[in-house]
């Protein structure tokens, strides 16, 4: 089946631990995205990735951080740096070709930090 | 920054009426257009993409785009109650790298 995957599903971590966010997509798509939901919110951009080897930051970028040393993959570290780091987080992947940018999701990681 | 403007509802309509969900933007450049579907605890899924004034149909929905009035709609007919969700408007931002998002219209079907 093609797709992205993220897990886990639910993360929970105690104030000032860093933690990683596992996105992992099969639809061999160039472009992949980190989005942030906070409740009644619209999706903000943390960082995308056009190829590998490259990001760039998004609307949000402080207190996170990525790597992208596959084409599959995209790992996000949300680190102690980062205020309110409570969320939906969502990755998503794309052809990234031209200007048209359809997006898919994957399911999303819900983290919650006491 | 660029925005992107969504009502946010509830729109609430009856079983088998129609759904009109609209969505301005302010960059006129914009060339590319989603609606995403994202039900309660769940991740956005794209339901239509638009790229050309006029209409675009697949199945019950109705993409609407008007780049004059910088303008986007979502028509669904026979609405359902498995239609009620939030719907997000999406726009390609001026360098064509990334999507910038609406806060999303609510939805309510009531049978």
């Known amino acids: ?114 | 920054q660029k925005e992107v403007e969504q009502n946010s509802g509830p729109l609430s309509v009856p079983e088998g009426a129609i759904a009109s969900l609209n969505c301005t933007y302010s960059d006129r450049v914009s060339q590319s257009f989603f609606w995403y579907r994202q039900y309660s605890g769940k991740s956005p899924e794209l339901i239509m993409s638009i790229y050309s004034n006029g209409d675009k149909e697949d199945g019950r929905f109705t993409a609407q785009l008007n780049k004059a009035s910088q303008y986007v709609s979502l028509l669904i007919r026979d609405s359902q109650p498995s239609d009620s969700a939030t719907y997000l408007c999406a726009v390609n931002n001026q360098a064509g790298t990334a999507l910038i998002f609406g806060k999303g219209t609510t939805l309510s079907v009531s049978s």
């Open chain 1, 1 to 114: 089946d093609g797709g992205i995957t993220q897990s886990p599903k639910y993360l929970f971590r105690k104030e000032g631990q860093n933690v990683t966010l596992s996105c992992e997509q099969n639809l061999n798509h160039d472009a992949m995205y980190w989005y942030r939901q906070d409740p009644g919110q619209g999706l903000r951009l943390i960082y995308y990735s056009q190829i590998v080897n490259d990001f760039q930051k998004g609307d949000i970028a402080e207190g996170y951080s990525v790597s992208r040393e596959k084409k599959e993959s995209f790992p996000l570290t949300v680190t102690s740096a980062q205020k309110n780091p409570t969320a939906f987080y969502l990755c998503a992947s794309g052809l990234g070709q031209g200007s048209i940018y359809e997006q898919y999701f994957g399911p999303g990681t819900r983290l919650t930090v006491t």
